[in-house]
Structure formats: structure tokens, C-alpha cells
Nanobody
């Protein structure tokens, strides 16, 4: 089992920045990728970015490229998401996810088998 706990959400004005953290515990050595997803009210959960732990490679959806940065501190078993140049459309609950199987596309939330509780990010115009 893997446990994930997010922190760092909050309310900011457009153009501002936030840093989200996701602390992982348990059988973390099985994790092959960790990602950030978000879900706005009335919308489906969507991928934001993912970090492949063995290769140390990262992927982003087009809407956040150049604004968000995913990183991981392996010593602390913590995943981060730096959110810069925030826009009102970035408002959502942000979830951290971990996958120990690597069975499908990184953008598909169904392919991740562990989830955090989520943290709210609100961007006002």
C-alpha cells in the first residue's frame, strides 16, 4: 500500500504562484510514476503532469507547459508541483496519484492505483 498526502493549495490572484506537495509513504519503492491531476466543478478529472521515477522523465499537458513544473525529492519521497502564472481556469481540486504498474497512458487517471485526498487551488481574476 502507498499513502499520499497533498498540501500547499490555496487562493491566489491571476498571475500568482503556488507550490503543491505530495508526501508518499508505505511501499514507495514500487512506484513507477507519480502524477498530478485536477478536477474542476462539473468536469472530469484531467491529467496535469507526471514524473516517471526510474527514468526521471516528466510529461505535461499542453495547457500547463511553461507554467507548471513537476519535480520529486526522492530522499523525502515527496512530489512537487510548482504552479506559476496561474489563470482562473486553473481553479480545481488538485490530486496527487501514484502508479505501481505502468500499464497505460500517463494521462488516464484510471491507470493510477493510489490517490491523495486532494487540495483546492482557487485563482481569482
Amino acid at each position: 500500500q502507498v499513502q499520499l498526502v497533498e498540501s500547499g493549495g490555496g487562493s491566489v490572484q491571476a498571475g500568482g504562484s503556488l507550490r503543491l506537495s505530495c508526501a508518499a509513504s508505505g511501499y514507495t519503492y514500487n512506484i513507477v510514476r507519480m502524477g498530478w491531476f485536477r478536477q474542476a466543478p462539473g468536469k472530469e478529472r484531467e491529467a496535469v503532469a507526471t514524473f516517471y521515477t526510474p527514468q526521471v522523465s516528466t510529461y505535461y499537458v499542453d495547457s500547463v507547459k511553461g507554467r507548471f513544473t513537476i519535480s520529486r525529492d526522492s530522499a523525502k519521497n515527496t512530489l512537487y508541483l510548482q504552479l506559476n502564472s496561474l489563470k482562473p481556469e486553473d481553479t480545481a481540486v488538485y490530486y496527487c496519484a501514484a502508479d505501481t504498474r505502468n500499464l497505460g497512458s500517463w494521462i488516464d487517471p484510471a491507470k493510477y492505483n493510489y490517490w491523495g485526498q486532494g487540495t483546492q487551488v482557487t485563482v481569482s481574476s
